[in-house]
């Protein structure tokens, strides 16, 4: 009998009734890829709970297994760049949404889509960055491009204590920047300071509807949240200031006023980290390896077993946890 390993598995009925199961699979069930890989560790990220909670169109292929992560170790592989026993990341590339995903013990995926698991970094410690941590950095490098330095002024980080925010707080710190982080729960005050914002205020400040333009606050954003959040961050930019925008746990729309952008020479940068370049990706990691504090990443999260991923994904939409989740598999 072929070898079999435990796996999420999400199905839909033809009335288009979503289920999740714990199943067993075989390499034969995976689909198409030149690189097989045992997954060591993966992540819970919001769009992961969206995925099995079924609270927003993530999968668009039935069934799947979810996930958009993983850290491992190469298995098999008939793709030039990746040999049995390497050590490989993967982020986003539609897997967990279109391609077999994470939640399973064995993945099969491009070998174009993998990238080297950081010197010195271990896959628990991957995956405690993970897509969430890894578009932190992105968001980093594009407002320091855009010239958004630590002596421009303050920089703001909305949704702080979710797993993009957490990341953002603790990378910006080490670098020197003042970070402003705005948290919906204000019992995580203490947890975002050890982790390095200068303050935090409340997320109310931002939720209300926007002003063309406020009174200018800080020199750039990270922003998770999207919607009347991201409109008053805009409003409250300072001049020649910059917002990275990844995320819309508030929502897709945005109901802002052209008046930053043509008063205020403010720039929206859109941050994109599922399809990314594979040269930038290896920066966005290289750059995880120096200017990430592990200590911080070992405070910042916390780690369950594969059966504890299904309640994970369901509390992570609900706004229940904080910082990262791990999955040792």
């Not at 769009?47 to 491992?72: E, M, N, Q, T």
């Not at 710190?173 to 975002?192: M, Q």
């Amino acid at each position: 009998m072929p070898e079999t390993f435990k796996a999420i598995l999400v199905s839909r009925d033809p009335e288009k009734k979503q289920s999740v199961a714990i199943t067993d699979l075989t390499e034969a069930d995976l689909m198409e890829g030149d690189v097989t890989v045992a997954v060591e560790a993966t992540t819970v990220n919001y769009k992961d709970g969206l995925a099995i909670s079924g609270k927003a169109p993530v999968i668009r292929r039935w069934p799947l297994v979810p996930g958009i992560d993983f850290a491992g170790t190469v298995i098999s592989s008939s793709h030039a760049d990746w040999r049995t026993g390497d050590k490989v990341i993967l982020n986003g590339w539609g897997v967990g949404e279109t391609h077999f995903g994470a939640y399973a013990e064995r993945a099969r995926v491009k070998g174009d889509w993998l990238v080297a698991l950081p010197q010195g970094m271990s896959p628990h410690d991957a995956m405690a960055v993970g897509t969430a941590g890894y578009t932190a950095m992105l968001c980093v490098i594009a407002l320091e491009r855009h010239g958004i330095v630590p002596d421009r002024g303050p920089v703001v980080v909305t949704g702080a204590a979710g797993g993009v925010g957490s990341v953002a707080v603790s990378i910006l710190s080490s670098l020197g920047y003042h970070v402003i982080a705005s948290t919906g729960r204000s019992a995580e005050s203490p947890y975002l300071t050890d982790l390095g914002a200068s303050e935090v205020i409340s997320r109310d400040e931002l939720a209300q509807p926007a002003k063309p333009l406020a009174k200018e606050r800080w020199a750039g954003g990270i922003d998770a949240v999207g919607s009347h959040t991201l409109a008053n961050v805009l409003s409250m930019t300072s001049y020649g200031g910059a917002v990275a925008a990844c995320g819309l746990a508030g929502g897709m729309d945005l109901p802002a006023s052209v008046a930053p952008f043509i008063l205020r020479g403010v720039c929206l940068l859109g941050i994109d980290s599922v399809m990314a370049p594979k040269a930038v990706r290896m920066e966005a990691w290289r750059r995880i390896g120096t200017d990430l504090d592990l200590q911080k990443l070992a405070s910042l999260s916390r780690t369950i077993g594969f059966d504890g991923i299904i309640d994970a994904a369901h509390d992570i939409v609900e706004g229940k946890i904080r910082g990262r989740v791990v999955v040792d598999m």
